[in-house]
């Protein structure tokens, strides 16, 4: 069997630590945890993460950034600004037992201890939102929006986004899916200047589909 590369195990203890986490939280989450989980000694995980916080920090760099590609992933498969952001917050609105928003909502929390996740927390925040506002700059250069401050529109949408989600994943049934996208674009029509019916052929879509 061919050995793995120092490269393979980094993200295979990473990968790990994002299962325990869901399972135990990152507060809770132990080094033991993640070396059981795996079936190797403590002293392997400290040979690639010098301690739990960089380990915690780490494993949520590599599960956000690969949910950022995929959003950006989807986003580039529509034409349109509009229907970029209208993807977009499709892709933010959280699924029952959505993993990735777990990990998100808890590495707000996390941060609040944690100086490594507070700096990967923050610059991932940073580069998620960056998604939104690069849709919007898009749509102010095709004319499909009129707003004159994309950086503060995106946080603000963002901010909604992520208000709405924690909700939805702290309180059982009290937003839907459906609210939490109807939410946001009411909030886009004013944001960015859009006519009141900007959705709605979209919707109609969805309530055929």
Same mark, same amino acid.
């Given at each position: 069997?061919?050995?793995?590369?120092? *490269?393979? /195990?980094?993200? +295979?203890?990473?990968?790990?630590?994002? &299962?325990?986490?869901?399972?135990?939280?990152?507060?809770?989450?132990?080094?033991?945890?993640?070396?059981?989980?795996?079936?190797?000694?403590?002293?392997?995980?400290?040979?690639?993460?010098? !301690?739990? +916080?960089?380990?915690?920090?780490?494993?949520?760099?590599?599960?956000?950034?690969?949910?950022? *590609?995929?959003?950006?992933?989807?986003?580039?498969?529509?034409?349109? %600004?509009? %229907?970029?952001?209208?993807?977009?917050?499709?892709?933010? #609105?959280? +699924?029952? $037992? $959505?993993?990735?928003? =777990?990990?998100?909502?808890?590495?707000?929390? &996390? %941060?609040?201890?944690? +100086?490594? =996740?507070?700096?990967?927390?923050?610059? @991932?925040?940073?580069?998620?939102?960056?998604?939104?506002? #690069?849709?919007?700059? &898009?749509?102010?250069?095709? =004319?499909?929006?009129?707003?004159?401050?994309? !950086?503060?529109?995106?946080?603000?949408?963002? #901010?909604?986004?992520?208000?709405?989600?924690?909700?939805?994943?702290?309180?059982?049934?009290?937003?839907? /899916?459906?609210?939490? /996208?109807?939410?946001? /674009?009411?909030? #886009? @029509?004013? &944001?960015?200047? @859009?006519?009141? $019916?900007?959705?709605?052929?979209?919707?109609?879509?969805?309530?055929?589909?």
């Amino acid at each position: 069997m061919r050995r793995q590369t120092v *490269d393979e /195990r980094r993200a +295979e203890i990473l990968e790990t630590t994002c &299962e325990v986490v869901i399972e135990r939280g990152f507060a809770a989450t132990r080094i033991s945890d993640v070396a059981h989980k795996l079936g190797v000694s403590t002293g392997l995980i400290h040979y690639h993460f010098e !301690n739990k +916080e960089l380990l915690l920090a780490e494993a949520f760099k590599f599960a956000a950034r690969q949910d950022i *590609d995929r959003v950006a992933a989807r986003v580039d498969e529509v034409p349109t %600004a509009l %229907a970029k952001l209208d993807r977009i917050f499709q892709l933010w #609105a959280p +699924e029952q $037992d $959505d993993y990735a928003w =777990m990990l998100w909502i808890d590495s707000w929390g &996390e %941060a609040l201890r944690n +100086e490594a =996740m507070q700096k990967i927390s923050q610059e @991932l925040d940073i580069q998620s939102k960056g998604q939104l506002e #690069a849709i919007i700059r &898009e749509g102010v250069a095709s =004319m499909e929006f009129r707003c004159d401050d994309p !950086n503060g529109a995106a946080w603000r949408l963002s #901010a909604l986004a992520d208000g709405l989600a924690i909700q939805m994943a702290a309180h059982s049934g009290i937003v839907s /899916r459906a609210a939490h /996208r109807t939410h946001l /674009r009411t909030a #886009a @029509l004013a &944001e960015l200047g @859009l006519p009141a $019916d900007a959705f709605a052929s979209k919707a109609s879509k969805a309530r055929r589909k």
